[in-house]
């Protein structure tokens, strides 16, 4: 069954995120005061309301509390932003996530209840600036301060080589949890597989190896 998801504001980050949920096949209920986004939205989301998220009525009406996840999309008028999350947690919302434009305003939202703080202006500009630092790395996931989860092109000299013989845990203190290839993907590749031309490593380790790593193309 799809999940019920709304979306309040419909901005650029807003309506994106909406317009991927529902092309996923989704629910996706997309709420904004402004009359204009509303009417940009309508046939990218299941349906497209005017409404002020800070107001509680409007919010019962639209029977808020029966969605899966909702998420506050509003950015520069932090004031909205902090009643609607203070507002949605009240009524019973399950998940609300919350963009913030700033710290003080991520720390806000955490105090009055937001389940997950998005900071998309902050997240992109260190993902771009890692892709321009680290050119072989695909795409990473942080798990803490410390630990990383990267992709990282093969570097040329480990073509033809087997696991075994680069033997990235000895050599570099990171593992290799798996490879892909274009859109094949091999999980917990066997020790005796052969690297191939465009292969991709999926590794795991310390940051500070993880990078030694990357360098080495
Ligand atoms: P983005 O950076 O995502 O493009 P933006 O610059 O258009 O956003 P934001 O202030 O982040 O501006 O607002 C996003 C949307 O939230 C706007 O379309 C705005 O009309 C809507 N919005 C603001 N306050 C409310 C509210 N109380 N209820 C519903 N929607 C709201």
Same mark, same amino acid.
């Given at each position: 069954?799809?999940?019920? +998801?709304?979306?309040?504001? &419909?901005?650029?980050?807003? !309506?994106?995120?909406?317009?991927? &949920?529902?092309?996923?096949?989704?629910?996706?209920?997309?709420?904004?005061?402004?009359?204009?986004?509303? #009417? #940009?939205?309508?046939?990218?989301?299941?349906?497209?309301?005017?409404?002020?998220?800070?107001?509680?009525?409007?919010?019962?009406?639209?029977?808020?509390?029966?969605?899966?996840?909702?998420?506050?999309? $509003?950015?520069? *008028?932090?004031?909205? @932003?902090? %009643?609607?999350?203070? &507002?949605?947690?009240? !009524?019973?919302?399950?998940?609300?996530?919350?963009?913030?434009?700033?710290?003080?305003?991520?720390?806000?939202?955490?105090?009055? /209840?937001?389940?997950?703080?998005?900071?998309?202006?902050? *997240?992109?500009? %260190?993902?771009?600036?890692?892709? !321009?630092? @680290?050119?072989?790395?695909?795409? +990473?996931? #942080? %798990?803490?301060?410390?630990?990383?989860?990267?992709?990282?092109?093969?570097?040329?000299?480990? $073509?033809?080589?087997?696991?075994?013989?680069?033997?990235?845990?000895?050599? =570099?203190?990171?593992?290799?949890?798996?490879?892909?290839?274009?859109?094949? $993907? +091999?999980?917990?590749?066997?020790?005796?597989?052969?690297? *191939?031309? /465009? *292969?991709?490593?999926?590794? $795991?380790?310390?940051?500070?190896? %993880?990078?030694? =790593?990357?360098?080495?193309?």
């Amino acid at each position: 069954m799809a999940n019920q +998801f709304a979306v309040i504001g &419909l901005g650029r980050f807003g !309506l994106n995120l909406a317009q991927k &949920l529902f092309e996923s096949g989704q629910d996706v209920l997309g709420l904004d005061v402004n009359e204009e986004r509303v #009417e #940009e939205a309508q046939g990218y989301v299941t349906h497209a309301l005017i409404a002020d998220s800070t107001d509680e009525e409007a919010m019962k009406s639209v029977g808020i509390r029966n969605f899966d996840t909702v998420i506050v999309a $509003i950015g520069n *008028d932090i004031q909205a @932003s902090i %009643l609607s999350v203070l &507002l949605l947690k009240e !009524l019973g919302v399950q998940k609300v996530i919350a963009k913030a434009i700033n710290k003080l305003h991520g720390k806000v939202l955490d105090k009055v /209840g937001a389940d997950w703080v998005v900071f998309p202006e902050k *997240d992109m500009g %260190l993902r771009v600036a890692h892709q !321009l630092l @680290s050119p072989n790395v695909l795409n +990473f996931i #942080e %798990l803490s301060n410390d630990y990383s989860i990267e992709e990282v092109k093969i570097p040329e000299k480990m $073509i033809d080589k087997t696991l075994r013989e680069i033997d990235f845990r000895a050599k =570099f203190n990171i593992s290799v949890i798996a490879i892909r290839h274009n859109h094949d $993907i +091999f999980i917990s590749p066997s020790p005796d597989k052969l690297l *191939d031309e /465009g *292969d991709v490593l999926v590794v $795991i380790g310390k940051n500070r190896d %993880l990078e030694r =790593f990357a360098k080495l193309h």
